[in-house]
């Protein structure tokens, strides 16, 4: 093995614990499932008009970084990369925070609508890509204070 997957594996391994133990916080968003946790910076898309901006005309993204989009309840939703410059993974979740659906390495630009599922409530876009290589899938668990703690299958403990 090289000594670069080597150490690709051990970074991985060491952020992966420091995310199952670092506190909630309105600006990170933590994945976990049967593949390890992961932890992402992001910013808040909470407003109709922050959720229909989200990330058109970034043109980078830094690589553990992301946009959460927070609806007020579970819905059906679907979105589009108009205006969007860059290949995204969407992470699907519903209200209590269970990833539902992943949709990845969103065509920048295509204005062919991606459907999340019925019963959405968080969206979570990262650089495309991202999702497989961590293997983030459905029923992997996200924790974010926007999910509600007495509902949340992974809840913040601060």
């Not at 410059?85 to 209590?96: H, K, N, Q, S």
Request: proline share 5%; aromatic share 8%; charged share 20%.
């Amino acid at each position: 093995m090289g000594k670069w997957v080597v150490l690709s594996f051990l970074w991985a391994a060491v952020a992966s614990a420091a995310a199952a133990d670092e506190a909630c916080r309105d600006d990170a968003v933590f994945l976990r499932g049967d593949w390890g946790s992961a932890r992402f910076s992001v910013e808040i898309a909470d407003t109709p008009e922050l959720r229909s901006r989200g990330l058109m005309f970034v043109e980078d993204m830094p690589t553990m970084a992301g946009m959460l989009f927070v609806y007020e309840r579970e819905q059906p939703v679907s979105f589009w990369m108009k205006n969007t410059l860059i290949p995204l993974d969407m992470i699907f979740a519903d209200g209590e925070g269970v990833v539902q659906h992943v949709h990845e390495n969103a065509i920048p630009g295509d204005l062919t609508g991606i459907p999340g599922g019925s019963d959405i409530q968080f969206v979570l876009e990262i650089n495309g890509g991202m999702a497989d290589r961590l293997g983030i899938d459905a029923g992997s668990e996200m924790r974010h204070p926007s999910i509600p703690q007495d509902v949340a299958s992974w809840a913040c403990v601060n």
